[in-house]
């Protein structure tokens, strides 16, 4: 199972970006599937996440800025990212509760994660 994050990079405060990320391999099914971002000297935290049936959570910093989604059919998850402040700056990283095969067991997978910069 691999996980792959695109849509990271530079721009101003105030400014939105798009975040993916794509679930390959042997999925089974796919739980939750979420983004976590940790900034320079900071623990990771969870922006937000969103569960097979479309239920989602988000950190108290993002919500109302920021939008998880995701498209079952192509196992892959999104973050809208609006109004994004300086503070928004740090890499963003995917995860995904996976089981592999029916008779295999849930394993948390993470992507490689993106850099999201937001200059003020």
């Known amino acids: 199972v691999q996980l792959q994050a695109s849509g990271g990079g530079l721009v101003q405060a105030g400014g939105s970006l798009s975040l993916s990320c794509a679930a390959s391999?042997?999925?089974?099914?796919?739980?939750?599937m979420d983004w976590y971002r940790q900034a320079p000297g900071k623990q990771r935290e969870l922006v937000a996440a969103?569960?097979?049936?479309?239920?989602?959570n988000y950190g108290d910093s993002v919500k109302g800025r920021f939008t998880i989604s995701r498209d079952n059919a192509k196992n892959t998850v999104y973050l809208q990212m609006n109004s994004l402040k300086p503070d928004d700056t740090a890499v963003y990283y995917c995860?995904?509760?996976?089981?592999?095969?029916?008779?295999?067991?849930?394993?948390?997978?993470w992507g490689q994660g993106t850099l999201v910069t937001v200059s003020s």
């Open positions: 995860r995904a509760e996976v089981t592999a095969t029916p008779s295999s067991r849930q394993h948390d997978y």
């Open positions: 391999g042997n999925l089974f099914s796919i739980n939750v």
């Open positions: 969103i569960t097979s049936g479309g239920t989602t």
